[in-house]
């Protein structure tokens, strides 16, 4: 795992990367976060619903947002269906331990540009972070 190319990578943007971290399981948030920040290239905000996650969204500005599927209030489909009416290019990886295979497809096609299943281990998660910070640093 290479914290150095993330850290690279915030100097190439200008600034640390703002990810959004969304889990009605406040264990998992905390996990995520800790993952996020083994380096301080990382800022990490964090919510419990997909209702809380569309107003930070509209709130603030995120580099990367990570979504469970299945939570109360509003489900990370649906969440992840408004975050991109409102973001369009806000990239989101979906985070899921028990989703069927329809409400997968779902997130996909609702915009989703990633999908892991929990249990998340610590290198692939950093990976697949890195990755879509690359993909931002290109657009930018």
């Known amino acids: 795992m290479d914290t150095k190319k993330i850290e690279s990578l915030a100097r190439q943007k200008g600034r640390a990367f703002k990810v959004l971290i969304v889990d009605d399981e406040p264990r998992v948030r905390d996990i995520f976060k800790q993952f996020c920040e083994i380096t301080g290239s990382v800022e990490v905000d964090m919510a419990e619903n997909g209702s809380e996650a569309v107003e930070k969204i ?25 975050i991109k ?25 609702k915009g989703a540009n990633s999908l892991m299943y929990k249990p998340v281990m610590m290198e692939n998660f950093v990976d697949e972070v890195v990755l879509t910070f690359e993909k931002s640093v290109a657009i930018r």
């Open 58 to 82: 509209r709130e603030s500005d995120y580099d990367l947002v990570t979504m469970d599927l299945i939570m109360p209030e509003m489900s990370g489909v649906e969440a992840v269906t408004k």
């Open 85 to 109: 009416e409102i973001k369009p290019h806000l990239p989101v990886i979906v985070i899921t331990g028990n989703a069927t295979e329809s409400l997968v497809r779902q997130a996909g096609v």
